[in-house]
């Protein structure tokens, strides 16, 4: 069965600091790789996507993710965060093609300070 | 961008009552999916909805629960007779058929409080 993990539940940072989420998947297949992000009060929205092609995948908002294939991990990165980064961020996987359900990691929360 | 639209935002029932939770998909979408987050749980996929018929479900989604498209623009989840531990937050997506089709819109989400 799929899985996903993400190994920080909590993290903390100051403005200007580098982020980096891990997120590792159990999946014998193709698949495709998410990471959502849920701001206070608001709705899941999609921070980037990897379906193919080049495993760094850039997304909105000057964040980006890796796909090492061989240790199954997608991990997301900002270079510099901001306050307005404080949110909750999910990382999600589907089996390739056609439609999908979703399945999602735990989530890590992620609070900026200034 | 289009948006999912989901009522209510907030629900409160009490235990052994029936709920429905409302969504308005994207209008060219064609498949459909709830899912929902126990407070501090994982999202969890509950169903997904394809050509007027479930294509999948989880194991959570039992007798209780049902989804309808009722009139080609809403897309509701039932709830049959609420459980205590049907509280959570529940969300409703939609998904397309194009380049983007396996990218998954979200509503914002309606939390039901079950008493």
């Known amino acids: 069965a799929q899985s996903v993990s993400q190994h920080n539940h909590h993290v903390i940072l100051s403005e200007a600091a580098s982020l980096e989420l891990g997120c590792n998947y159990s999946?014998?297949?193709?698949?495709?790789l998410f990471w959502y992000v849920q701001y206070p009060g608001q709705h899941l929205q999609l921070l980037l996507k990897?379906?193919?092609?080049?495993?760094l995948v850039k997304g909105i908002k000057g964040f980006e993710a890796e796909f090492i294939k061989s240790k199954f991990s997608f991990n997301l990165r900002k270079p510099s965060v901001q306050w307005s980064d404080t949110a909750e961020y999910f990382c999600?996987?589907?089996?390739?093609?056609?439609?999908?359900?979703?399945?999602f990691g735990a989530g890590t929360r992620l609070a900026v300070h200034p | 961008e289009p948006e999912v639209t989901q009522t209510p935002s907030h629900q409160v029932t009490q235990m052994g009552q029936e709920v429905i939770l409302r969504c308005v998909p994207i209008?060219?979408?064609?498949?459909f999916y709830w899912y929902r987050q126990i407070l501090g749980q994982k999202v969890e996929f509950l169903v997904s909805?394809?050509?007027?018929?479930?294509?999948?479900k989880s194991e959570i989604f039992d007798d209780q629960f049902s989804v309808e498209r009722p009139d080609g623009s809403n897309f509701t989840l039932k709830i049959r007779s609420t459980k205590l531990e049907d509280s959570a937050m529940y969300f409703c997506?939609?998904?397309?058929?194009?380049?983007?089709?396996?990218?998954?819109?979200f509503g914002s989400g309606t939390q039901l409080s079950v008493l």
């Open positions: 997506a939609s998904s397309g058929a194009g380049v983007d089709d396996e990218k998954l819109f």
């Open positions: 999946y014998g297949g193709t698949v495709n």
């Open positions: 990897y379906f193919s092609g080049d495993p």
């Open positions: 999600a996987v589907s089996s390739s093609g056609g439609y999908n359900k979703l399945i």
């Open positions: 209008s060219n979408h064609l498949y």
């Open positions: 909805f394809y050509n007027n018929e479930i294509s999948e």
